[in-house]
């Protein structure tokens, strides 16, 4: 098809145009010149003739001509999206059966467009996958498990910028971007919404975090609920951290909306999982999104210790002002001046003294203390052994550091034998023949091969340094009598000079138990580690190292640990492969090559337990094959770490495994969402039924938008018929000039 566009002079050049100029006036001038002395109409007759003359003649040199577009109808491609996904039909909603009826309905209409335009059905992805038009029947299945709208927008941007424009066919349930349209696309976008029935459901649309959590400080979840379908009525909202009851509230639902906020002290450091539920309502349309999972980091603002001593020592004096003087510990100390036993001569209500607070102490307030340390304290005039179960639950169940420190009041000689606190001490006090279960005597004692790769008796920078540092500390003087290590206790340092059955006594014990750990130094004379040693010519750098990374070590300090456990990236998917990845150091803090890693991933539904297999990738970095975790819940990875036969350490982190697609969290029309697409995009949201005028739209675009093919050259005269014409008109003017001379 053509239409004109306008005019153009074949023969026209600048030299030929300059030329025919200037003939033209000078012949005019001569013709003016020659004419003088004639009647006025005479002369405008001649001036008439010659200038008619000379226009023909210059016509027929220029050529003039009309120019004529060629174009025909572009035919740009014009896209149908459909969202295929399981929300568009799940739970009783009629969203996706009814676009996919509207398009069979308006077939004809379509296939009329394909005059206008080239069409192509498909799906969401990227790329997005093609359908085929004769598949878009009532059995049409909806079975994708995911929604990424702005991700396939964004890819159709990116590959088909001559897009006409794209007929969205979707609920705007983006399962990848919920609130986050794709802006400025250079296509438009027409947004269809489908028929929606009425859904019935209640969920977490969202929840609020802090980025991190202090250990014994109240934390607040803000949780926001949304509603359909329902009138106005109360539900449940319950905090679990890693299947541990920590806080519900109940909210009542105000136009579908409700907020409720969750308060909890978290009582361990580390990373821990936590999942909300709330209770369900009769009729549900989708019970998927009733629960959300999230990850929480709990750190230590402070260490608090709580000291209690069974009488003033120098060993307790030295401890109090050490821990004191630590800024990064806050300290409560309860020092046993007299006994029940003592003779005083001053009557009871007149002493100043408090009575020793065991209620507060060991039952309200031993959750809000990170370690407890019992310096030479026998318990029995002051603490029910019903409490000492509690500092039991302490250590094993909450994570807490326990420490006892020797003396004449203390292990066997305090009356622990036999206790429940006996179950958190990592080793055994009983079996001390009568008169030895505290001796009074001098030793030296001597780090074991344990001791010198465990991180609370590195105070050097190399093994070498750390014996002979060690070697010169002084003597020791009193020893409590021990058995020997309990499985799992580690001997960090033993007197080689007084031996039972199975060896030299140890003195310094570790052990961990459940969630905790603890430390036992069968002496009260660690104090000569400090100004003593300092006073003979060494430093006090010992007893200052020795309780810096002693109290780190027991609160699960991460510097302390030798093993530690990466954050699996998140979003963690149920189903997915995922790879678990540790950092691994030897006693001198060094990257450990070989090391042996064990460990598993426990958590999800029937608190499944997978074995994890690990290889090392560069030195002291640790992976393990891909594993997939098969149901979404509280999961929590723990990992042991040995390098020969020294055990290195271990770690655990909890996390939250998300199901495998967010695809049933939210069902019904995401109105909004389109609508903000549509209009950044220049398109519009129709109903479904505005479909005719939308179509009617679509084809007055096509019809108009047309491209230019080619150009049509028409001279309007020949050219010899110019030539000739002027001819006659210039001799017309030649003759009569010479008759009427």
Not at 79 to 90: A, E, G
Not at 251 to 265: I, M, N, P
Not at 628 to 637: I, K, N, T, Y
């Amino acid at each position: 098809m053509t239409s004109g566009t306008g005019w153009t002079f074949v023969g026209a050049t600048a030299a030929i145009s300059l030329a025919l100029l200037a003939v033209v006036f000078l012949s005019m001038v001569s013709g003016i010149r020659s004419s003088s002395g004639l009647p006025r109409n005479r002369r405008l007759l001649l001036f008439g003739l010659r200038l008619a003359g000379l226009l023909l003649l210059s016509a027929a040199i220029l050529r003039p001509a009309r120019l004529d577009d060629i174009t025909r109808l572009r035919k740009p491609p014009l896209i149908f999206m459909l969202d295929t996904s399981q929300s568009m039909v799940y739970g009783g909603t009629n969203t996706g059966r009814s676009l996919v009826e509207a398009l069979s309905a308006h077939k004809g209409r379509i296939t009329r467009l394909q005059e206008y335009y080239r069409i192509d059905y498909v799906g969401l992805g990227s790329p997005p996958p093609v359908i085929n038009p004769a598949d878009l029947k009532e059995a049409f299945p909806f079975t994708v498990e995911e929604s990424p709208l702005r991700e396939t927008l964004e890819h159709l941007a990116r590959t088909r910028k001559d897009l006409a424009g794209l007929v969205l066919m979707s609920d705007g349930q983006d399962t990848l971007s919920p609130d986050n349209p794709p802006q400025a696309l250079p296509f438009p976008v027409y947004s269809v919404t489908g028929q929606e029935t009425s859904v019935r459901d209640l969920r977490i649309d969202e929840v609020n975090t802090p980025p991190v959590a202090f250990v014994r400080t109240p934390v607040t979840i803000r949780v926001l609920l949304g509603s359909s379908g329902y009138p106005s009525q109360s539900a449940t909202v319950t905090l679990m951290e890693e299947g541990r009851f920590m806080a519900s509230q109940s909210a009542t639902t105000k136009d579908g909306r409700a907020e409720v906020q969750l308060s909890f002290t978290p009582r361990r450091t580390g990373r821990w999982a936590y999942t909300l539920e709330v209770s369900p309502w009769a009729g549900e349309s989708v019970l998927e999104n009733n629960r959300a999972r999230f990850s929480l980091r709990v750190i230590r603002d402070k260490t608090r210790v709580l000291l209690v001593s069974g009488t003033p020592t120098w060993d307790v004096k030295f401890l109090r002002r050490r821990l004191k003087q630590d800024p990064g510990v806050d300290l409560i100390t309860f020092l046993i001046l007299r006994t029940p036993q003592d003779l005083n001569l001053v009557p009871q209500n007149e002493m100043s003294l408090i009575p020793f607070p065991t209620k507060e102490l060991f039952s309200e307030e031993l959750p809000s203390f990170d370690a407890v340390i019992f310096a030479n304290f026998n318990y029995g005039p002051y603490v029910p052994v019903q409490y000492l179960e509690n500092l039991v639950k302490f250590v094993r169940d909450d994570g807490g550091g326990f420490v006892m420190l020797g003396g004449d009041r203390s292990f066997a000689l305090g009356g622990y034998a036999g206790t429940p606190l006996e179950q958190i001490l990592p080793a055994e006090i009983t079996g001390a023949a009568p008169g030895t279960e505290y001796q009074s005597l001098d030793f030296r004692p001597r780090l074991t091969r344990t001791g010198e790769s465990h991180p609370i008796m590195q105070w050097k920078s190399t093994l070498q340094e750390n014996r002979s540092y060690w070697n010169s500390l002084p003597r020791m003087r009193g020893l409590n009598w021990l058995l020997r290590a309990k499985t799992g206790g580690l001997v960090l340092a033993e007197s080689p000079e007084q031996r039972n059955e199975y060896g030299p006594m140890p003195f310094i014990v570790t052990g961990e138990f459940g969630s905790g750990r603890s430390l036992l130094v069968a002496s009260d004379n660690l104090w000569k580690w400090g100004l003593p040693n300092a006073g003979a010519g060494g430093d006090s750098a010992a007893y200052r190292d020795f309780w810096t990374r002693a109290l780190k070590w027991l609160v699960h300090d991460p510097d302390m640990e030798l093993v530690r456990l990466a954050i699996p990236p998140e979003p963690v998917r149920a189903g997915r492969p995922l790879r678990f990845e540790a950092r691994v150091l030897d006693r001198h803090y060094a990257p450990a090559s070989g090391a042996t890693l064990e460990g598993y991933a426990s958590g999800g539904a029937g608190h499944k337990k997978i074995a994890l297999s690990w290889t090392g990738t560069n030195p002291g970095e640790y992976r393990t094959a891909p594993v997939m975790l098969p149901s979404p819940g509280s999961w929590r990875v723990e990992v042991s770490g040995r390098l020969g036969d020294t055990l290195l350490g271990k770690d655990g982190l909890g996390f939250a495994v998300l199901p495998e697609t967010d695809e049933l969290m939210k069902l019904g029309i995401n109105r909004p969402y389109l609508d903000r697409l549509s209009q950044s995009s220049g398109g519009r949201t129709l109903a479904l039924n505005e479909m005719d005028t939308l179509l009617d739209h679509l084809e007055a675009l096509g019809r108009a938008d047309r491209e230019v093919v080619g150009r049509k050259l028409d001279e309007i005269w020949p050219v010899w018929s110019l030539l000739l014409l002027s001819l006659l008109v210039l001799g017309l003017d030649w003759g009569l000039r010479r008759f009427w001379k």
